[in-house]
């Protein structure tokens, strides 16, 4: 197949080394005598070990053709332990060769034995896609007939017939396992009879709801391989993560081994943290950390280093990419050297970039962590955090996208002004000393576990006594209760005509995709977006910027899932507001205090998007506004609640207590990461000065997955921590009245929010 010609224009000069300039931008930062932490990481050598015993010796050649004599101590012992059929879950940096681990035992297999099969499973499409390629041209150093295929939505009908029959290796996703496959076993009998692996790459991102969702698939899995008589082995991989092998074990259902002993070599890296300077002391403002990104990143860029910018939403990533455009505006004509990449780009796109990124074209690219994956972006010299991604694991991930070989690299933190943010920069042992946080799923929850016991038993019947999850008996009599299942002779088989596997998503609540379409003489599709996002994103008269091109949305269809845009050249954004109305359903426990309690349970919450406000452009000013006309949203799921008691708030006025209350709840919530593996996107706050569940001021904090997937009893379960974590950071914040580093953005000079939020803070805990 010939090579697709390059996207963007290869430059004909050799960029120069990171490690040119990274002490160069270090002191730039210190010299504007700013909150600026500096470590550097040493060079590791490398830590070879022997090839297992018994490998097939054409595999052995063709590795040593690809410049790989030996493994790499934890490849071997990850090799080593898939021939023996251990399960396994490989643990080591960004790009320490973790393909390698699971790439030579199945080759292996299939080429002593050419009935054997493979699943491997990927996070994402273009993930899967670039291993495909890696793959690909291991077999063709082999020379042996090795069939391998992806397998997802863009696989075309005629294809789908020759990957179930002929494919040794399919590559797919756990959305095409969930949906195409398994409902379809029947027709994939080849592939599960003689299923001897099975890969689940990017482990660390399994966790939360995509992670509970994705243990029940693999109950299914191991369930349809059990009735075609074959008992894959799993060889899992992750980026670091604090517990892989309990992870492991929750996703698989058996014993995993863990191999951690990572041999690979690593360049010498730099790590800055950096706090923007206060540019307004009173309020506690601080430099916009979009615009120190921007003024970082174009240093690097001009100075030839090739960098990667993560901004944390698809917003922050369109006005970071417009920023660093005009910083580095070329003369007329000259190709674009930064980009952007986030989910709602056409995978199409998404390819043209990852190649003008390997081949050095693009200069630049902003992301989300759509990019925090392994895939195959080249050597990029630096990385520059914007904000604190939300855990540990995902800061070392993005730090990791640059360094990939051998060469000393900069990886740049840059503080914005919310509580984690400030917190993680005054106390910058948190990122270098801390480990880094777990990974936490519940495949049981009710809400997850129900749908994939419909899933099941879809595709096979159930027998009395059969155990899928906690509970199955008695879900399954109440599925036949409700005529879904009717038990006949000790099964339990299915009766509707509905196709379940159709109505869940594994990665939301919805199933929904909107397509955003530009109007005009030939209208085309020129992205996409979630249902969960589509109030925020894509409502009328919103500005919706798609690699660095502003539209404004003329027509939403709600019921047809489409957003009709125009392109438009404004010096403005939008930015909706959504409000939140919760009520307590039910506490499962109470804990009381000095002066209030905690309390875990499950809530009910109608979302409702309201009003948009039209931000302008490098200065952020509010510049008018406008209404949200969209349907409200339900849901159920958990939430920890604190209560204040009368101690509590005693010499406060109700505005005082609004006031504390909102401040409590924004620094608890930006928090609460630091205590539970997730972003603070995950975890939503809401202030109620009189709670119509206790009659007392209260702050909830809610698991924005339907049904929660453990977030909120991990909170209750750290309350106390949380709540110290809190309190010290109002005492420590240096704004006189709060500011977005503590208690919440003040625009009042002399607002109650901070002296509040911290005396009821003090009495709470006596």
Same mark, same amino acid.
């Given at each position: 197949?010939?090579?697709?010609?390059?996207?963007?224009?290869?430059?004909?000069?050799?960029?120069?080394?990171?490690?040119?300039?990274?002490?160069?931008? %270090?002191?730039?930062?210190?010299?504007?005598?700013?909150?600026?932490?500096?470590?550097?990481?040493?060079?590791?050598?490398?830590?070879?070990?022997?090839?297992?015993?018994?490998?097939?010796?054409?595999?052995?050649?063709?590795?040593?053709?690809?410049?790989?004599?030996?493994?790499?101590?934890?490849?071997?012992?990850?090799?080593?332990?898939?021939?023996?059929?251990?399960?396994?879950?490989?643990?080591?940096?960004?790009?320490?060769?973790?393909?390698?681990? &699971?790439? %030579?035992?199945?080759?292996?297999?299939?080429?002593?034995?050419?009935?054997?099969? +493979?699943?491997?499973?990927?996070?994402?499409?273009?993930?899967?896609?670039?291993?495909?390629?890696?793959?690909?041209?291991?077999?063709?150093?082999?020379?042996?007939?090795?069939?391998?295929?992806?397998?997802?939505?863009?696989?075309?009908?005629?294809?789908?017939?020759?990957?179930?029959?002929?494919?040794?290796?399919?590559?797919?996703?756990?959305?095409?396992?969930?949906?195409?496959?398994?409902?379809?076993?029947?027709?994939?009998?080849?592939? @599960?009879?003689?299923?001897? &692996?099975?890969?689940?790459?990017?482990?660390?991102? &399994?966790?939360?709801?995509?992670?509970?969702?994705?243990?029940?698939?693999?109950?299914? $899995?191991?369930?349809?391989?059990?009735?075609?008589?074959?008992?894959?082995?799993?060889?899992?991989?992750?980026?670091?993560?604090?517990?892989?092998?309990?992870? +492991?074990?929750?996703?698989?259902?058996?014993?995993?081994?863990?191999?951690?002993?990572?041999?690979?070599?690593?360049?010498?890296?730099?790590?800055?943290?950096?706090?923007?300077?206060?540019?307004?002391?009173?309020?506690?403002?601080?430099?916009?950390?979009?615009?120190?990104?921007?003024?970082?990143?174009?240093?690097? #860029?001009?100075?030839?280093?090739?960098?990667?910018? @993560?901004?944390?939403?698809?917003?922050?990533?369109?006005?970071?990419?417009?920023?660093?455009?005009?910083?580095?505006?070329?003369?007329?004509?000259?190709?674009?050297?930064?980009?952007?990449?986030?989910?709602?780009?056409?995978?199409?796109?998404?390819?043209? #970039?990852?190649?003008?990124?390997?081949?050095?074209?693009?200069?630049?690219?902003?992301?989300?962590?759509?990019?925090?994956?392994?895939?195959?972006?080249?050597?990029?010299?630096?990385?520059?955090?914007?904000?604190?991604?939300?855990?540990?694991?995902?800061?070392?991930?993005? @730090?990791?996208?640059?360094?990939?070989?051998?060469?000393?690299?900069?990886?740049?933190?840059?503080?914005?002004?919310?509580?984690?943010?400030?917190? %993680?920069?005054?106390?910058?042992?948190?990122?270098?000393?801390?480990?880094?946080?777990?990974?936490?799923?519940?495949?049981?929850?009710?809400?997850?576990? !129900?749908?994939?016991?419909?899933?099941?038993?879809?595709?096979?019947?159930?027998?009395?006594?059969?155990?899928?999850?906690?509970?199955?008996?008695? $879900?399954?009599?109440?599925?036949?209760?409700?005529?879904?299942?009717?038990?006949?002779?000790?099964?339990?088989?299915?009766?509707?005509? +509905?196709?379940?596997?159709?109505?869940?998503?594994?990665?939301? !609540?919805?199933?929904?995709?909107?397509? #955003?379409?530009?109007?005009?003489?030939?209208?085309?599709?020129?992205?996409?977006?979630?249902?969960?996002?589509?109030?925020?994103?894509?409502?009328?008269?919103?500005?919706?910027?798609?690699?660095?091109?502003?539209?404004?949305?003329?027509?939403?269809?709600?019921?047809?899932?489409?957003?009709?845009?125009?392109?438009?050249?404004?010096?403005?954004?939008?930015?909706?507001?959504?409000?939140?109305?919760?009520?307590?359903?039910?506490?499962?426990?109470?804990?009381?205090?000095?002066?209030?309690?905690?309390?875990?349970?499950?809530?009910?919450?109608?979302?409702?998007?309201?009003?948009?406000?039209?931000?302008?452009?490098?200065?952020?000013?509010?510049?008018?506004?406008?209404?949200?006309?969209?349907?409200?949203?339900?849901?159920?799921?958990?939430?920890?609640?604190?209560?204040?008691?009368?101690?509590?708030?005693?010499?406060?006025?109700?505005?005082?207590?609004?006031?504390?209350?909102?401040?409590?709840?924004?620094?608890?919530?930006?928090?609460?990461?630091?205590?539970?593996?997730?972003?603070?996107?995950?975890?939503?706050?809401?202030?109620?000065?009189?709670?119509?569940?206790?009659?007392?001021?209260?702050?909830?904090?809610?698991?924005?997955?339907?049904?929660?997937?453990?977030?909120?009893?991990?909170?209750?379960?750290?309350?106390?921590?949380?709540?110290?974590?809190?309190?010290?950071?109002?005492?420590?914040?240096?704004?006189?009245?709060?500011?977005?580093?503590?208690?919440?953005?003040?625009?009042?000079?002399?607002?109650? +929010?901070?002296?509040?939020?911290?005396?009821?803070?003090?009495?709470?805990?006596?």
């Amino acid at each position: 197949m010939a090579k697709p010609p390059p996207a963007y224009p290869v430059p004909a000069v050799r960029p120069v080394p990171p490690a040119v300039i990274a002490e160069k931008v %270090v002191a730039d930062l210190q010299s504007r005598r700013t909150e600026t932490t500096v470590r550097r990481i040493d060079e590791r050598p490398p830590r070879y070990a022997e090839w297992p015993e018994g490998l097939d010796g054409r595999l052995v050649q063709a590795l040593g053709k690809r410049g790989i004599a030996r493994p790499y101590t934890h490849q071997a012992q990850a090799i080593s332990n898939a021939l023996a059929g251990t399960n396994s879950v490989v643990v080591t940096p960004t790009a320490s060769g973790k393909t390698l681990c &699971y790439n %030579v035992p199945v080759l292996d297999a299939i080429l002593k034995d050419g009935s054997t099969r +493979a699943l491997y499973l990927f996070p994402t499409k273009a993930l899967a896609q670039d291993q495909l390629d890696e793959l690909h041209g291991l077999i063709t150093s082999i020379g042996e007939e090795i069939r391998t295929f992806t397998y997802d939505g863009d696989t075309p009908a005629d294809a789908r017939r020759a990957v179930r029959t002929a494919g040794h290796i399919v590559l797919t996703n756990p959305d095409m396992l969930h949906a195409a496959i398994l409902p379809h076993h029947t027709k994939w009998m080849q592939l @599960f009879e003689s299923l001897d &692996y099975v890969v689940i790459d990017e482990l660390h991102t &399994y966790r939360g709801v995509f992670g509970s969702h994705l243990a029940n698939v693999l109950r299914r $899995l191991r369930r349809i391989c059990q009735f075609y008589g074959s008992d894959p082995t799993f060889i899992l991989c992750s980026a670091t993560i604090a517990n892989p092998d309990e992870l +492991a074990r929750a996703l698989v259902g058996d014993e995993v081994e863990l191999i951690n002993d990572n041999g690979a070599p690593a360049g010498e890296r730099v790590v800055v943290i950096h706090n923007p300077p206060v540019v307004n002391r009173e309020l506690g403002i601080r430099q916009s950390s979009l615009k120190a990104a921007r003024d970082v990143s174009a240093q690097l #860029i001009r100075a030839g280093v090739q960098t990667i910018v @993560f901004a944390p939403s698809r917003t922050r990533v369109e006005l970071l990419l417009t920023y660093l455009r005009e910083a580095l505006r070329s003369k007329p004509g000259d190709p674009e050297r930064v980009t952007g990449y986030r989910g709602g780009y056409l995978p199409n796109e998404r390819r043209a #970039i990852e190649r003008g990124l390997r081949e050095g074209a693009i200069r630049g690219v902003v992301a989300t962590n759509a990019l925090e994956l392994g895939i195959d972006i080249g050597g990029m010299g630096a990385s520059v955090v914007t904000g604190y991604p939300g855990s540990l694991a995902s800061l070392w991930q993005q @730090f990791g996208r640059a360094g990939r070989s051998r060469e000393a690299s900069l990886s740049v933190l840059i503080a914005s002004s919310n509580p984690l943010d400030q917190y %993680v920069a005054t106390h910058p042992d948190f990122v270098f000393e801390s480990a880094v946080e777990r990974g936490l799923i519940d495949p049981d929850n009710l809400f997850i576990l !129900a749908s994939h016991l419909k899933c099941a038993a879809f595709e096979l019947p159930f027998a009395l006594g059969e155990v899928f999850g906690a509970h199955t008996g008695e $879900l399954l009599d109440i599925l036949a209760e409700e005529g879904v299942l009717q038990r006949a002779n000790g099964r339990y088989h299915w009766m509707s005509e +509905a196709y379940p596997a159709e109505q869940v998503s594994l990665r939301s !609540a919805s199933t929904d995709n909107f397509v #955003i379409i530009e109007q005009g003489p030939a209208p085309r599709v020129i992205g996409e977006c979630d249902r969960p996002s589509a109030p925020l994103l894509i409502h009328e008269d919103a500005i919706y910027i798609h690699r660095g091109q502003q539209y404004q949305v003329e027509y939403l269809d709600w019921d047809d899932k489409k957003a009709f845009v125009t392109p438009v050249a404004v010096d403005y954004y939008t930015d909706a507001q959504l409000a939140v109305e919760l009520k307590v359903l039910d506490s499962f426990k109470q804990e009381g205090v000095a002066a209030g309690s905690f309390d875990v349970g499950e809530v009910s919450i109608t979302f409702l998007a309201t009003i948009f406000k039209k931000v302008k452009l490098n200065t952020h000013e509010n510049v008018g506004w406008g209404k949200i006309a969209i349907p409200e949203e339900n849901m159920h799921t958990a939430a920890c609640w604190l209560s204040f008691g009368e101690a509590a708030t005693r010499g406060l006025g109700r505005d005082e207590i609004a006031s504390g209350l909102l401040g409590i709840g924004h620094l608890a919530r930006n928090l609460a990461p630091i205590y539970c593996l997730c972003d603070a996107r995950d975890i939503g706050a809401d202030a109620q000065v009189r709670s119509p569940y206790n009659e007392l001021p209260t702050v909830y904090l809610y698991d924005m997955a339907p049904g929660g997937v453990g977030l909120a009893e991990k909170l209750f379960d750290a309350r106390e921590a949380l709540m110290d974590a809190c309190l010290a950071l109002v005492r420590t914040c240096p704004c006189e009245n709060g500011c977005p580093g503590c208690v919440g953005a003040q625009v009042e000079p002399n607002s109650p +929010a901070k002296k509040a939020a911290g005396a009821m803070l003090e009495r709470l805990a006596g």
